[in-house]
């Protein structure tokens, strides 16, 4: 078991949903931890507020990690706050569903961008810090729809699939130093972005899934800590937390 207590993670995307039920779970353990967000800074301020009220130790810090100089502020910034850097979580993503034939070049790289290319960017810039830590974790919050895929989400499914082959080629390179790599993919979600989706279709998609329900923000940031506390042996992997909606 890694102790977390004074360790530091930055957290790309966490200013609400699944990135501040993450920053909330490892503050609990000790964790210092950056809220990376890149335009929602009364959102990202509140939870900084939220956790400091608490006891724990939060910055938050915009920047947009889609542009590899803002990643590497974004890390310097950090590592000039705490001193170290031992956990990063990309989680940083958006959306932009359409079919194909109705979807504009900027749709494409702007989702790529955002939920890809961030992942290189950050983890570029993190990796020398990262190598300094005894015990370091990179944990890609990937998707359901990177491995099965989804309709109108050719540009989204394309990202999320190749964050788990990233993740799968990265930890082969790390697999002999101190750093694990891996993805989560959560199904359904109950987030903002599933906040968007009609009712009549959210109701089509608990359906299908086995366990009857959306998951909750706080399942993916218990196997969050999971990986970062007890995850020494494990690298490389796609940790499904879906209800058994993809197997």
Known sequence: ???????????????RGIGKSIAF???????KVVINYNSSEAQAKKVVDDLNERGFEAMAIQANVANLEDAKSLVERTVEQFGRLDIIVNNAGITRDRTFKKLKEEDWHEVINVN???????????????????NARIINISSIIGQSGGFGQTNYSAAKAGMIGF????????????ITVNAICPGFIETDMLGEVPEEIKEQIKAKIPKKRFGTPEEIAKAVVYLCQDGEYITGQQINVNGGLYM
Do not use: Q, W
């Open 167 to 178: 993740t799968k080629s990265f930890a082969l390179e790390l697999a002999r130093t101190n």
């Open 116 to 134: 890809l290319n961030s992942v290189y960017n950050t983890c570029t810039a993190s990796l020398p810090h990262l190598t300094d830590s005894d």
């Open 25 to 31: 779970s490892l503050a609990e353990k000790g964790v």
């Open 1 to 15: 078991m890694m102790e977390l207590n004074n360790r530091v993670a930055i957290i790309t995307g966490g200013s």
